[in-house]
């Protein structure tokens, strides 16, 4: 598929290249935009790559929602990057994610995974409950202190408390890939998530959608404690 500056849309620092199929970002938008883009929206795309982003040296804001983004993600060093969306792509090992963040953007402070498998959210795992979401952000804020919003929530001062206190020990087990998916009717179908928080800036312009129910893990994968 061709791209082309047509299909961006510009707003002073802020780029936008939504739906347009892309499996990695197009050269020309970090040649035409790297230098000065301070928010760059690629969501609805099929990137399983984001190596493009070397060229965006100065970049604040980062949403990949709706992507193909797997395990093998890696981001270049992004100093001043506060704000990173990953909601709805392939993502399952959560450590190995945050301590690469932990490296590549020492100014994150929101976070949002929702829609991922390494997010034991009750929307896309009807085995997980609220328990194990909880669990799931004091191993984040375990591994990221700094953050102030993780997913649709703001982290309280209890979060963190307990997240450097416990967070160590309730690290989220990384789910079997070779699970297979054998009930009748289920696909690969696309993952509900929830929405960016309404503080968010530009939440209005960004794509959201209800989607379906993708099949769930046949076994619950619990959490490991050490």
């Known amino acids: 598929m061709a791209h082309s500056e047509s299909q961006v849309a510009l707003n002073g620092t802020q780029i936008s290249y939504i739906g347009h199929d892309a499996e990695e970002i197009p050269h020309f938008l970090g040649d035409t935009y790297g230098q000065f883009a301070k928010r760059l929206d690629l969501s609805f795309n099929q990137l399983r790559s984001l190596a493009g982003l070397k060229m965006f040296t100065e970049l604040e804001e980062l949403v990949v929602d709706n992507n193909q983004l797997g395990n093998d993600l890696q981001?270049?060093?992004l100093p001043n990057l506060h704000t990173l969306t990953l909601n709805k792509n392939q993502l399952t090992d959560i450590e190995a994610l945050l301590e690469h963040l932990a490296d590549v953007t020492p100014s994150l402070q929101y976070l949002s995974l929702l829609g991922n498998e390494?997010?034991?959210n009750q929307l896309?795992?009807?085995d997980k409950d609220e328990d194990d979401y909880q669990r799931y952000r004091y191993f984040v804020l375990h591994k990221l202190p700094q953050l102030k919003f993780l997913d649709s929530r703001k982290v309280t001062k209890k979060e963190?408390?307990?997240g450097q206190a416990r967070g160590a020990f309730m690290k989220v087990v990384k789910p079997k890939s070779e699970a297979p998916c054998n009930e009748p009717g289920f696909e690969n179908r696309p993952l509900p998530y929830t929405p960016l928080p309404r503080g968010s800036r530009?939440?209005?312009?960004h794509k959201v959608g209800v989607t379906e129910f993708q099949?769930?893990?046949s076994k619950r994968q619990p959490l490991n404690t050490f």
Do not use: H, Q, T, Y
């Open 124 to 126: 896309i795992s009807p």
């Open 118 to 120: 390494a997010c034991p």
């Open 160 to 162: 963190l408390m307990e």
């Open 202 to 205: 530009d939440a209005k312009n």
């Open 75 to 77: 981001l270049p060093r």
């Open 215 to 217: 099949c769930p893990v």
